[in-house]
């Protein structure tokens, strides 16, 4: 009965339970082994955990404080090119119960970070239980006024909507319609997706910012160590998962420094070097067919033999023809490298994730230095690993008709491995179109299709009965059988011009010598005249004769240049 009357006494206040409500724990209770303290405000208490970084700390490779240089570079994530100040950006991590974004899913734990000066402060928001969620909330929206990005790690579309759910049910107002999204893991992905077996943050902090955490806490195990807090109530179940929060936060400032210092304008002074010039020199449209003309001479006239696969083809002959060669470029010792070791793979994706953010010349300049890098043999890579690159490169050349480039990055992915059937028959294609459709060059086109055909057939005795080959070995002869076509088509049209103009200048020389002697013309036909029966007779079975003749013929239609090419 008496359990009865605490709780009737409790839901009518409490003056009327007969005692005051028990005092906040103190400060440094229970939670002060793990750093944190409880926060007491007119909204309620949370638990806070604050740690202050200093103007020389380092995350990895990178300090702390290089992101007021580098702040202003993070305007290009927008349309909208407004100045970013480090002071503005507010980073933004979250634990959850769940994996949701209904209801149901609570942000027990929400982590902030934010610079003051040169000191960056990391705040941990939690909460014991339910009831003290409204002061977290209550806390966070007096602090995002502050603010103009928010940076967070697939936040934009997980932890961000999980938060707004959390102020509607606790009827709270939140305008972020002047906040913007800074969501690095989509950028993570443009660039390192090809890269790295993940984009996890921890994987990418590992690998890009040099940063490796040891005993972690996943992410994973949040949920149920959360849960388990809420069992037995004891603080440190919780630890690891402090610290894993506190590291995301930390992590997110780190990438911010390293996606700002690639757009930074140091960067962009070196990818206007002389490098691109130079090579644009000696790499003119006028040498794309130097390399072709030296392969060409080993070739037979009817492209029946192609003695360019053979293994004893003499390929340093090619480079000592071709003065334009890659091995003729400049030295290591010449090219002055970026402050970012980027690799042909990150150079490459970094160019085209600033070309989805509508950063074209910042984007060409990217380009420009990994052509002159594969070019110049500048780095060391393997095989395969080069032969994508310049296949990537010279497709993203194809697409802005850059076929003075696109063209010669082909046939360097065919020099690459000349005597390996495992090379890929892309170049091929590429140039067999490209001489075709552009070059109007027919006899060049029938060269690249008959070279891919032989490595093709090549490799009927490792796949034999797979149907793709048969299929690929079918689409090249259809493609040489259609271009030896026309050039049969164009000699004939070519004999048969060349046969009407003797014809035509006898005709004319006909009529100029009637014209002459008209007299003497005349004079020999009457001399010659015959009886009108017998003339009228041989003119009708002559008649006959030619009629019979002219149903029996069949016409010629003349073939003409401009049909062969179609």
Same mark, same amino acid.
């Given at each position: 009965?008496?359990?009865?009357?605490?709780?009737?006494?409790?839901?009518?206040?409490?003056?009327?339970?007969?005692?005051?409500?028990?005092?906040?724990?103190?400060?440094?209770?229970?939670?002060?082994?793990?750093?944190?303290?409880?926060?007491?405000?007119?909204?309620?208490?949370?638990?806070?955990?604050?740690?202050?970084? &200093?103007?020389?700390?380092?995350?990895?490779?990178?300090?702390?404080?290089?992101?007021?240089?580098?702040?202003?570079?993070?305007?290009?994530?927008?349309?909208?090119?407004?100045?970013?100040?480090?002071?503005?950006?507010?980073?933004?991590? %979250?634990?959850? $119960?769940?994996?949701?974004?209904?209801?149901?899913?609570?942000?027990?734990?929400?982590?902030?970070?934010?610079?003051?000066?040169?000191?960056?402060?990391?705040?941990?928001?939690?909460?014991?239980?339910?009831?003290?969620?409204?002061?977290?909330?209550? *806390?966070?929206? =007096?602090?995002? &006024?502050?603010?103009?990005?928010?940076?967070?790690?697939?936040?934009? %579309?997980?932890?961000?909507?999980?938060?707004?759910?959390?102020?509607?049910?606790?009827?709270? #107002?939140?305008?972020?319609?002047?906040?913007?999204?800074?969501?690095?893991?989509?950028?993570?992905?443009?660039?390192?997706?090809?890269?790295?077996?993940?984009?996890?943050?921890?994987?990418? =902090?590992?690998?890009?910012?040099?940063?490796?955490?040891?005993?972690?806490?996943?992410?994973?195990?949040?949920?149920?160590?959360?849960?388990?807090?809420?069992?037995?109530? @004891?603080?440190?179940?919780?630890?690891?998962?402090?610290?894993?929060?506190?590291?995301?936060?930390?992590?997110?400032?780190?990438? $911010?420094?390293?996606?700002?210092?690639?757009?930074?304008?140091?960067?962009?002074?070196?990818? =206007?070097?002389?490098?691109?010039? @130079?090579?644009?020199? /000696?790499?003119?449209?006028?040498?794309?067919?130097?390399?072709?003309?030296?392969?060409?001479?080993?070739?037979?006239?009817?492209?029946?033999?192609?003695?360019?696969?053979?293994?004893?083809?003499?390929?340093?002959?090619?480079?000592?023809?071709?003065?334009?060669?890659?091995?003729?470029?400049?030295?290591?010792?010449?090219?002055?490298?970026?402050?970012?070791?980027?690799?042909?793979?990150?150079?490459?994706?970094?160019?085209?994730?600033?070309?989805?953010?509508?950063?074209?010349?910042?984007? =060409?300049?990217?380009?420009?230095?990994?052509?002159?890098?594969?070019?110049?043999? !500048? !780095?060391?890579?393997?095989?395969?690993?080069?032969?994508?690159?310049?296949?990537?490169?010279?497709?993203?050349?194809?697409?802005?008709?850059?076929?003075?480039?696109?063209?010669?990055?082909?046939?360097?992915?065919?020099?690459?491995?000349? /005597?390996?059937?495992?090379?890929?028959?892309?170049? *091929?294609?590429?140039?067999?179109?490209?001489?075709?459709?552009?070059?109007?060059?027919?006899?060049?086109?029938?060269?690249?299709?008959?070279?891919?055909?032989?490595?093709?057939?090549?490799?009927?005795?490792?796949?034999?009965?797979?149907?793709?080959?048969?299929?690929?070995?079918?689409?090249?002869?259809?493609?040489?059988?259609?271009?030896?076509? #026309?050039?049969?088509?164009?000699?004939?049209?070519? /004999?048969?011009?060349?046969?009407?103009?003797?014809?035509?200048?006898?005709?004319?020389?006909?009529? /100029?010598?009637?014209?002459?002697?008209?007299?003497?013309?005349?004079?020999?036909?009457?001399?010659?005249?015959?009886?009108?029966? $017998?003339?009228?007779?041989?003119?009708?079975?002559?008649?006959?004769?030619?009629?019979?003749?002219?149903?029996?013929?069949?016409?010629?239609?003349?073939?003409?240049?401009?049909? &062969?090419?179609?």
């Amino acid at each position: 009965m008496s359990g009865l009357r605490e709780r009737l006494g409790r839901l009518r206040g409490p003056a009327a339970a007969g005692g005051t409500p028990p005092p906040p724990p103190e400060a440094g209770g229970e939670w002060a082994q793990l750093g944190a303290h409880i926060t007491t405000s007119p909204a309620g208490s949370f638990v806070m955990r604050r740690r202050v970084y &200093g103007a020389d700390s380092a995350h990895g490779k990178y300090r702390l404080r290089e992101l007021a240089d580098v702040a202003p570079q993070l305007s290009s994530f927008h349309e909208q090119d407004a100045v970013v100040r480090h002071e503005e950006l507010l980073f933004f991590d %979250t634990e959850t $119960t769940g994996l949701g974004v209904g209801a149901g899913n609570v942000p027990f734990m929400v982590g902030i970070g934010y610079y003051t000066g040169e000191l960056f402060t990391v705040e941990q928001l939690m909460i014991r239980n339910p009831a003290e969620e409204h002061a977290m909330l209550v *806390y966070l929206q =007096e602090l995002l &006024g502050r603010y103009t990005h928010i940076v967070s790690y697939n936040g934009r %579309t997980f932890d961000w909507p999980i938060l707004k759910n959390r102020f509607v049910l606790n009827r709270l #107002k939140l305008d972020d319609s002047e906040l913007l999204q800074l969501d690095l893991l989509y950028p993570s992905r443009s660039l390192w997706r090809n890269t790295l077996p993940s984009c996890r943050l921890s994987k990418v =902090e590992e690998s890009r910012l040099g940063f490796e955490r040891v005993d972690d806490v996943p992410g994973s195990m949040a949920p149920a160590l959360y849960f388990q807090y809420l069992a037995e109530k @004891d603080p440190a179940v919780l630890a690891g998962v402090f610290i894993h929060n506190e590291h995301d936060i930390v992590t997110l400032a780190a990438l $911010t420094i390293h996606f700002g210092k690639l757009l930074q304008p140091e960067m962009e002074t070196f990818l =206007e070097r002389e490098l691109e010039p @130079d090579l644009e020199t /000696s790499l003119d449209c006028g040498h794309v067919c130097d390399i072709d003309s030296d392969i060409d001479s080993e070739f037979d006239s009817d492209f029946c033999h192609v003695s360019y696969l053979d293994s004893d083809f003499d390929h340093d002959s090619v480079h000592d023809l071709n003065p334009y060669h890659i091995s003729n470029f400049k030295s290591d010792s010449d090219v002055i490298t970026p402050d970012l070791n980027l690799d042909p793979e990150e150079l490459f994706r970094t160019g085209l994730w600033l070309e989805k953010m509508a950063r074209a010349a910042k984007a =060409e300049r990217y380009f420009n230095v990994l052509y002159g890098k594969l070019m110049s043999k !500048v !780095v060391t890579l393997l095989p395969a690993q080069r032969e994508t690159a310049l296949l990537q490169l010279a497709g993203y050349y194809k697409k802005y008709n850059r076929y003075d480039r696109a063209t010669l990055l082909w046939k360097q992915a065919i020099l690459l491995k000349p /005597s390996s059937i495992s090379l890929q028959l892309e170049p *091929y294609l590429e140039l067999a179109m490209y001489y075709e459709h552009k070059e109007k060059d027919l006899d060049q086109a029938v060269f690249y299709a008959e070279e891919a055909w032989a490595r093709l057939w090549r490799r009927r005795a490792l796949h034999r009965g797979d149907r793709k080959i048969n299929e690929l070995e079918e689409a090249w002869e259809k493609r040489m059988a259609r271009l030896k076509e #026309k050039i049969r088509k164009q000699k004939l049209s070519g /004999s048969e011009s060349h046969a009407k103009r003797p014809a035509s200048r006898s005709l004319s020389h006909a009529r /100029s010598s009637y014209e002459a002697h008209p007299t003497s013309q005349a004079s020999s036909s009457t001399s010659q005249s015959i009886p009108s029966s $017998t003339s009228d007779a041989i003119s009708f079975s002559g008649s006959s004769t030619a009629a019979r003749s002219k149903r029996n013929k069949k016409t010629v239609k003349p073939v003409y240049v401009s049909e &062969g090419l179609i």
